[in-house]
């Protein structure tokens, strides 16, 4: 007997009917209300929790019946902030009809209303999203239905970090979600708000079999925020403990306004920006592979680690730059700018507090080197390197060596941030230190010439530069050699200094300076002149008083001391009074009278000290100032016949 396709064909779809009328009449005679008891004792033998429907659940019979249910919660594990991991307003779920008569069943539409989703972790960092497989007794499987169309509004979605105690909220606008079959991939698209922080999301993720699979995870994503543009391809190896990351970055914009808000600082005034690199799971934390900075005009690049474990995020870093512009990273009108242009100290020193909340946020180790460091347009250091130990926000840079104006800087210093009266603290020296190329480069003048080495062992305590100023102690030693300063920048100077200087130069010829001893004592911002001596061809002078940082001002007594008795009337003290910016600059009046009287006898002592100056052939293995300050070399020198074509030397009073 010969069986026609046709009859076939009609037999199966009568068949087909049949079924689909079946399947109609019985969920036209469902009462829903009934079924309460037995879904939610389905969710608790599949997952060990709690599935309570408090709301009316209704359908609407079609060929996608929706099934829609009200007021849904889903319990938490027991060790749990809250009672439910999950709740919803509202949830309407569109069925093909056909995929009920087979293993898989397929979901058209899925909609949540309202919903709110805690994810947290406990002090051993197990999620509570992690729940009891299949009904033990039955050793049955949980199917998980394959979503077509996901659309969820008006949500919420809570992170809580259980070791850390840090929690993120998330207001979630809206989030769409689409694939065509379980083994395509979903497209996502996102509008959320983050602390009032809005951004956007879209792209491509992995599909249904892919997440179920337990293979990879892949994520091709593009974010949007504010002036952020966050490009993130690669995939995922372990979804639900978020492990195996593999990762390419790119994050780019105008300025680092967006980020600014997510760590509650001011940063409109940082950028533009780029940042890529290439992330993967270290096991601690997230590695960075070819990390690149550009921000501004600097530039960063080199290897890192982000670390979770402890009770902050740990950076390890090792960096290298061509180019580093200070500017770039602390803002233009980040405590830079000359001297008396902050309105919050009216002076030299900002009364503005430094800006440490992010070191208090976070933990950093490892070292730095760059090429060129600009701090503005007229200081810059070069081939500087460092290593850089940040923890529970005390910062310690350790190991410092830089090029600094034709000489070497070298030293550490360390700050913590944490206590209400923050201290502060650094050992720096600088050895070979050009003072007139730095003072050309600063514009300041051109006509001086010299070099200096300076050691600096300083404490201070305070949230700004003025606190810093005015609880300033320790010490600051200076030796300086030859050195020159210009007639005509002698000539070009006011406050009658022409005339004073001129006393301490011969002849119209430039200011020859042989040799600059200065050692600073300094408590509670008060500096005090110990010894500062400063040797010229025709003069000796000495420098005794104090500046007052705290105050900004300064009280002064220069003391020359002429080696030519023709020269001695010109040799007038000095007061340098006033502000640090203003000084009034006059003789003083009794020092002028005690010099004149002591014309006779040449006997002035210019240092407070009471050292005897000394510049003499036989010490000329050290820099003779401080040979002056040398009590055995003073006596060997004063021991040794005079010549009357000699400079004088004075003695000790």
């Known amino acids: 007997m010969k069986i026609k396709i046709k009859w076939v064909a009609t037999a199966l779809a009568a068949i087909l009917a049949g079924v689909v009328v079946t399947v109609y009449a019985v969920l036209a005679s469902l009462d829903f209300d009934d079924l309460r008891g037995a879904i939610e004792a389905q969710a608790k033998a599949a997952t060990g929790r709690s599935l309570k429907i408090a709301g009316p659940m209704n359908l609407e019979v079609s060929l996608s019946p929706t099934l829609t249910i009200e007021k849904v ?6 060790w749990g902030t809250w009672p439910e991991l999950f709740s919803v307003r509202r949830l309407e779920v569109e069925v093909e009809l056909l995929s009920l008569l087979s293993g898989v069943i397929q979901v058209r539409r899925l909609i949540a209303i309202e919903p709110t989703v805690l994810l947290e972790t406990n002090l051993r960092g197990q999620g509570n999203w992690i729940v009891a497989g299949a009904d033990t007794q039955t050793g049955g499987t949980t199917t998980i239905p394959a979503f077509r169309r996901i659309e969820i509004s008006d949500g919420s979605a809570i992170f809580r970090d259980g070791r850390s105690g840090q929690e993120f909220l998330i207001k979630l606008e809206s989030l769409k979600a ?5 083994a395509s991939p979903s497209k996502v698209s996102l509008k959320a708000n983050y602390n009032g922080f809005e951004f956007g999301a879209g792209g491509t993720l992995g599909s249904r079999d892919a997440l179920l699979g337990g293979g990879r995870f892949p994520v091709d994503l593009e974010i949007e925020a504010r002036d952020i543009l966050l490009k993130a391809k690669g995939s995922i190896g372990d979804l639900a403990a978020f492990q195996g990351l593999v990762m390419d970055i790119d994050m780019r914009g105008q300025s680092l306004s967006g980020l600014g808000l997510l760590i509650g600082e001011d940063l409109t005034s940082l950028g533009p920006y780029i940042l890529t690199g290439h992330l993967s799971d270290t096991g601690s934390g997230i590695g960075i592979e070819k990390f690149s900075l550009s921000l501004g005009d600097s530039k960063l690049a080199g290897d890192a680690e982000l670390l979770f474990a402890g009770e902050r995020p740990k950076i390890t870093a090792n960096l290298k730059s061509d180019t580093l512009d200070i500017d770039d990273f602390i803002g233009s009108d980040g405590g830079g700018g000359e001297p008396g242009d902050d309105p919050e100290s009216g002076g030299i020193f900002s009364g503005q507090p430094l800006p440490v909340t992010a070191l208090q946020t976070i933990d950093v180790f490892g070292t730095l080197s760059a ?37 070497l800087l070298s030293g550490a210093l360390s700050y913590d941030t944490v206590p209400a009266d923050p201290p502060l603290s650094f050992d720096l020296r600088a050895s070979g230190f050009d003072y007139g190329h730095f003072l050309q480069g600063r514009d300041i003048t051109g006509g001086v010439d010299g070099k200096l ?17 005015g609880s300033l102690n320790g010490r600051i030693d200076i030796t300086g050699g030859e050195g020159r300063i210009r007639s005509e920048l002698l000539g070009a100077s006011g406050a009658g200094l022409s005339d004073v200087f001129s006393a301490w130069r011969e002849g119209d010829d430039d200011l020859q300076l042989n040799c600059v001893v200065m050692r600073l004592p300094i408590e509670k911002g008060v500096v005090k002149t110990e010894a500062v001596l400063i040797d010229t061809a025709a003069v000796t002078v000495g420098v005794s008083g104090e500046v007052k940082l ?8 220069v003391t020359p001391q002429a080696k030519h008795t023709s020269l001695m009337s010109l040799a007038v003290p000095l007061r340098v009074t006033g502000p640090i910016l203003e000084p009034s600059v006059g003789p003083d009046a009794i020092g002028t009278v ?3 009287a002591k014309i006779a006898g040449m006997v002035l002592n210019p240092l407070v000290a009471g050292a005897v100056i000394v510049l003499e052939s036989e010490i000329s293995d050290k820099n003779p100032c401080v040979a002056a300050l040398d009590p055995e070399g003073a006596a060997k020198a004063r021991s040794q016949p005079k010549d009357d074509n000699e400079p004088v030397t004075p003695r000790d009073n």
Do not use: C, H, Y
């Open 550 to 557: 705290g105050e900004e001002s300064l009280d002064l007594k």
């Open 594 to 596: 005690l010099g004149m």
């Open 453 to 469: 080495d300076a050691v600096a062992k300083l404490n201070a305590t305070g949230k700004s530069m003025r606190d810093w100023a």
């Open 73 to 78: 919660t889903f319990g938490n594990a027991e």
């Open 371 to 407: 090429g060129q460091v600009r701090f503005d347009d007229k200081t810059m250091m070069s081939d500087l390197s460092l290593v850089i130990d940040l923890e529970k926000g005390r910062l310690d840079l350790t190991d410092i060596q830089a090029g600094f104006s034709g000489g």
């Open 178 to 182: 689409w694939a065509e079959t379980p």
